[in-house]
Nanobody, 115 residues
Framework: QVQLVESGGGLVQPGKSLRLSCVTS????????MEWYRQGPGTQRELVAQ???????QYADSVKGRFTISRDNPRNTMYLQMNDLKPEDTAVYFC?????????WGQGTQVTVSS
């Protein structure tokens, strides 16, 4: 069973940065796409960023220019660098990895942006 573990969340002031990590229990090279999602209070889970094994990274309009997704396949790790954080970025952030028809999820890490 593939496991994903997120870390790096926390409480941060508006305008500051955080970097989230997602470590997988199997080789990062095996995933066709790895993604970050988030779910804020009272909202549906939304796709934030995608990193494809082949192809360009994709971002939600709300985070373009502020967030950067990256994959370090030899280290089985995916990152989400979040800059210029806003209160509306407050959410539980989840990582996901797709391998063929299989999809795996982490447990999530809380990010709170507040002064």
């Amino acid at each position: 069973q593939v496991q994903l573990v997120e870390s790096g969340g926390g409480l941060v002031q508006p305008g500051k940065s955080l970097r989230l990590s997602c470590v997988t229990s199997t080789s990062g090279f095996s995933f066709d796409v790895m993604e970050w999602y988030r779910q804020g209070p009272g909202t549906q889970r939304e796709l934030v960023a995608q990193a494809f094994r082949f192809g360009s990274n994709q971002y939600a309009d709300s985070v373009k220019g502020r967030f950067t997704i990256s994959r370090d396949n030899p280290r089985n790790t995916m990152y989400l660098q979040m800059n210029d954080l806003k209160p509306e970025d407050t959410a539980v952030y989840f990582c996901s990895a797709k391998q063929g028809v299989n999809e795996y999820w982490g447990q999530g890490t809380q990010v709170t942006v507040s002064s």
